[in-house]
């Protein structure tokens, strides 16, 4: 009898680069020193980014804003967006690499242990 296999698909993690310092600053070094990691997934159809440092796990991503509509009843469009974001301290942090996959929901972040809008 075959034992079947089966591929969970995990996010892949890259360490930091020189662009990815200018753009995330404040994220922190591991403990022995080691540059924070970047990966990035696809959360309810939207490019999202999660890094992991020193202080744990971060997942944003930004969203439009909604269109309002003027005087006229004619629809305004912003060009403006919202960043969306879930932090993961270094205690939950691990349990939540395990269960963050390529592409998420909101409601599958927010129900990760640990999850704490940001």
């Known amino acids: 009898m075959e034992k079947s296999e089966k591929v969970i698909e995990t ?12 753009g995330f600053a404040g994220a922190e070094n591991f403990s022995d020193g080691s540059a924070p990691l970047i990966g990035y997934l696809d959360v309810d159809g939207f490019d999202a980014i999660a890094i992991l440092d020193g202080t744990g796990l971060h997942v944003s991503w ?5 269109a309002d509509e003027d005087e006229d009843g004619e629809e305004i469009q912003h060009e403006e967006t919202e960043t969306i974001g879930f932090s993961f301290p270094n205690a939950y942090a691990t349990r939540a690499l395990t269960a963050l996959r390529p592409e998420m929901t909101l409601i599958a972040l927010k ?8």
Not at 62 to 66: A, G, M, R, W
Request: hydrophobic share 45%; aromatic share 12%; glycine share 4%.
């Open 62 to 66: 930004d969203i439009p804003v909604e």
């Open 11 to 22: 996010v892949k993690f890259n360490p930091f680069t020189a662009t990815d310092w200018m």
């Open 111 to 118: 129900r990760l242990p640990g999850s704490v809008a940001s």
